[in-house]
């Protein structure tokens, strides 16, 4: 058992709840086991979170004072770059390179917020009487952040920083697999000056503490991120409550390739879209429509490619594909290239284990590329957060927007054509959060993220960001010389 610490209400303990083994899942190492937090724990966090927010000294602090906490957070992130990726790459198995950039996401977010922040206004509407009115927005109380495993020091900036800069009190709840990037955070923001009980870290078995979390009455906002279906439980939870929630869930992203795009860019495009992350990407590119004129060409070339993709350890800085998370998460991936196979796929590249070292003994699944499925297969229908892609000939630009839209989520999308009014009239008629157009998979911190139908509810990042963990309220200022007439017995 190590001496890994959880931070409940201010103080680090060692914690007493579900033992949390962490595995390298590049080789099946174990790198620390510790105990997560008991259910005692969050009633102590939300506690202490609750005196935390509501002490003079942080809820009268002026925004660009706590905009200083937001930007040291930011300076502490960027010096601890190399260790804070190191620590996720060998939790979570992604790729070194893409840790990094997590990482300075992540930084991003608190420099990004506490800029918003120091320029954050009310308003003032013109007055419709004797009277002025203003409105002024007031922390909501203690968030819930629940987080997932792929992204998750990005995942947690996105919401602590948001709703540390609206004055709340946070509890995050991270993903079992990959605590430990958010303890660490969560060791930066107390060295950065964060109030002691104004942030609490609560790693533990999400059916549990995380349920525990959102059905308790002083948690007044659970931000989530994760699977469609844990959002919908937690949402009708809320709803009994009535408890707002922000949900970023699943996605099937499709990506379309018309008959004038650019195959060299649409080529890169798509295997990064679909193969960085391993495919642990809710926005992955996972069904890829293309036009049927170009179709026989562009996958030969696209297999091709894929075919040259470099799997191998995370730490390697040749390699572009790196283990699935765990050994479980890898197993789920490759028995949906089973029923794939089952419901009638031709697999063009991968979709067995790779074998030989470093293969045997890490979670490696090769990318892999799937043809002759329809789009209401199972295999096109769920998400598989996993190197998997099926390719989908189309012919008719009517159908294509059909097949396009007949999924259950909404999340993103690509397209790949050099006519910018194409491009338009499909980004309008795509059921998507997101649409790229001749990119894919870029973010931006100041443009807004989230997802339409089943990927989610509500937005995150931009400049709205913070109001979205802040509730509103109207100020009336009377200017009448005379009382109000209905009862003044002057006017009878
Ligand atoms: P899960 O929904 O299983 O878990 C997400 C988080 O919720 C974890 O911290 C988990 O804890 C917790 N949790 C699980 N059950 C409950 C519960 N009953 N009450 C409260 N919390 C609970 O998703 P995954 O971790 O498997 O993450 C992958 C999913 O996340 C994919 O569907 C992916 O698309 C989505 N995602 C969406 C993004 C977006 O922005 N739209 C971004 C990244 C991922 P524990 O780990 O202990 O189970």
């Not at 966090?45 to 905009?67: E, N, Q």
């Not at 499709?254 to 642990?280: K, M, R």
């Not at 009239?425 to 795509?430: E, R, T």
């Not at 998979?441 to 339409?452: D, H, L, N, R």
């Amino acid at each position: 058992m190590s001496d890994t610490k959880i931070l409940v209400g201010g103080e680090w303990k060692l914690g007493s709840g579900k033992l949390i083994r962490s595995i390298n899942p590049a080789n099946g190492e174990l790198i620390t086991e510790f105990k997560g937090a008991s259910l005692e724990d969050v009633d102590i966090a939300v506690a202490a979170g609750k005196r935390a927010m509501y002490d003079p000294t942080w809820y009268h602090l002026k925004s660009f004072k706590r905009a200083a906490i937001l930007s040291n957070i930011a300076r502490l992130i960027h010096r601890d770059v190399d260790k804070l990726a190191a620590l996720q790459t060998l939790d979570t198995g992604k790729c070194l390179s893409e840790t990094k950039a997590l990482v300075q996401s992540a930084a991003e977010t608190f420099q990004y917020t506490a800029a918003a922040l120091e320029i954050q206004e009310g308003e003032l509407p013109p007055s419709r009487g004797d009277f002025f009115t203003m409105s002024v927005y007031e922390p909501m109380g203690v968030i819930g952040a629940i987080t997932p495993w792929n992204s998750p020091i990005a995942s947690d900036a996105q919401k602590l920083a948001p709703a540390l800069a609206a004055g709340n009190a946070v509890i995050i709840k991270p993903a079992e697999w990959a605590s430990l990037v958010s303890l660490a955070l969560a060791e930066i923001c107390m060295e950065a000056g964060l109030p002691k009980g104004l942030l609490s870290v609560l790693p533990g078995s999400g059916s549990v503490i995380g349920d525990k979390l959102v059905r308790h009455p002083d948690v007044k906002k659970i931000s989530f991120t994760g699977g469609t279906s844990t959002g919908r439980l937690i949402a009708g939870i809320a709803a009994d409550k009535l408890m707002p929630v922000s949900l970023e869930l699943g996605g099937k992203s499709p990506t379309i390739v018309f008959e004038d795009a650019d195959v060299e860019h649409a080529i890169n495009g798509i295997l990064y879209g679909i193969f960085s992350s391993t495919g642990q990407s809710c926005i992955a590119g996972s069904r890829l429509f293309i036009a049927a004129k170009i179709y026989d060409s562009f996958v030969d070339k696209l297999v091709a490619r894929c075919k040259a993709l470099n799997v191998g350890l995370p730490n390697d800085s040749s390699t572009q594909v790196a283990p699935l998370v765990s050994f479980q998460h890898r197993d789920v991936v490759a028995n949906y290239v089973e029923i794939a196979k089952k419901e009638g796929a031709k697999v063009l590249c991968g979709g067995e284990l790779l074998q030989g070292q470093p293969y045997d003994d890490g979670a490696f699944y090769p990318p892999t590329i799937l043809s002759g499925l329809s789009n209401n297969t199972q295999t096109c229908q769920e998400e598989i957060f996993g190197p998997v892609l099926v390719v989908l000939p189309f012919d008719n630009e009517q159908d294509l927007i059909q097949q396009a839209n007949d999924s259950v989520f909404g999340l993103a999308c690509g397209l790949w054509t050099q006519d910018y009014k194409k491009a338009l009239n499909f980004s309008q008629k795509i059921a998507a959060g997101t649409v790229w157009i001749n990119t894919y998979k870029q973010f931006s911190i100041a443009t807004q993220f989230g997802g339409v139908k089943e990927s989610g509810l509500g937005r995150e990042k931009g400049r709205n960001s913070i109001l979205g963990y802040m509730q509103q309220k109207s100020l009336y200022w009377g200017l009448n010389q005379e009382p109000l007439s209905w009862a003044d017995p002057r006017s009878k």
